[in-house]
């Protein structure tokens, strides 16, 4: 007989399992259920030979069919996810092996997103991923902070020829029709040009060196701050970002 606990063979007499202690409730192997076709299987490690399976989870035990010994479906399960990730699960809450509290670690993660340190919510991502390299909520996460940074506006401005918006290594004109992109490398020859000896209106000029090539001229009230700005950006700098923690909410 087997014991109803932990699936150990026992002797026929036997009061209490050699194994786990459990008092002897023993199941017949005859009256376990085998996987059948049609059940959803889930992966799962034999508990005796380490066989790769595909069990029922709503099951409570099965035979394994290389060995033909009797093992609990849950264990089986836990001890395939230990196996391909580390990971185990503790009253609803992933465990590492190595002792690394996953859930804990993604809910720091956000927090920090969420207050737009971006920094340290990178960081306690890929902490998840040393664990478990296929984590979807750490690869979501880091793929959030991704696109926000990427996306970020710098500086914007509504000029005569549509919006213009200084983002992470290039430009963007949104006009009426389509946005045109200009990247930052390709720009030169900016200008400041005054309109009048005297006067205060301004105009941003630049030629882009796309296919065909561009020269572009546009009326703003930021000439100065705007050739500032793609002069950094040109270098890799950029002003300070703000609103971070509300965009990662957001996104």
């Given at each position: 007989m087997y014991c109803s606990s932990c699936g150990a063979k026992l002797p026929d007499n036997a009061k209490f399992c050699y194994n786990c202690g459990a008092k002897s409730?023993?199941?017949?192997?005859?009256?376990?259920?085998?996987?059948?076709?049609?059940?959803?299987?889930?992966?799962?490690?034999?508990?005796?030979?380490?066989?790769?399976?595909?069990?029922?989870?709503?099951?409570?035990a099965a035979v394994c069919p290389y060995c033909n010994s009797a093992y609990i479906v849950e264990k089986a399960i836990q001890e395939y996810q230990i196996n391909v990730s580390g990971n185990v699960?503790?009253?609803?809450?992933?465990?590492?092996?190595?002792?690394?509290?996953?859930?804990?670690?993604?809910?720091?993660a956000n927090q920090y997103g969420k207050d737009g340190d971006f920094d340290n919510a990178m960081k306690y991502?890929?902490?998840?991923?040393?664990?478990?390299?296929?984590?979807q909520d750490?690869?979501?996460?880091?793929?959030?902070?991704?696109?926000?940074?990427?996306?970020?506006?710098?500086?914007?401005?509504?000029?005569?020829k549509g919006l213009l918006e200084l983002k992470k290594?290039?430009?963007?004109?949104s006009t009426t029709v389509n946005p045109q992109l200009y990247e930052l490398e390709k720009i030169f020859g900016?200008?400041?040009a005054k309109k009048g000896l005297f006067s205060s209106?301004?105009?941003?000029?630049?030629?882009?060196?796309?296919?065909?090539?561009?020269?572009?001229a546009m009326?703003?009230?930021?000439?100065?701050?705007?050739?500032?700005?793609?002069?950094?950006?040109?270098?890799?700098?950029?002003s300070q970002m703000t609103g971070l923690g509300r965009l990662f909410e957001e996104s």
């Open positions: 409730g023993a199941f017949d192997l005859s009256k376990i259920p085998h996987p059948q076709p049609q059940t959803k299987f889930v992966p799962a490690k034999c508990t005796n030979c380490g066989a790769s399976l595909e069990v029922d989870s709503g099951q409570k699960m503790v009253n609803g809450t992933t465990i590492n092996i190595n002792g690394k509290n996953i859930t804990n670690l993604l809910e720091r991502f890929n902490e998840v991923l040393d664990s478990d390299i296929n984590s750490a690869l979501r996460g880091i793929q959030k902070i991704k696109n926000i940074l990427n996306n970020y506006v710098y500086l914007s401005e509504k000029t005569n290594g290039r430009l963007v004109l900016l200008t400041i209106g301004k105009s941003l000029q630049f030629t882009y060196s796309g296919i065909p090539e561009r020269r572009v009326d703003t009230s930021m000439a100065e701050k705007w050739f500032i700005a793609i002069e950094d950006a040109k270098m890799g700098k950029y």
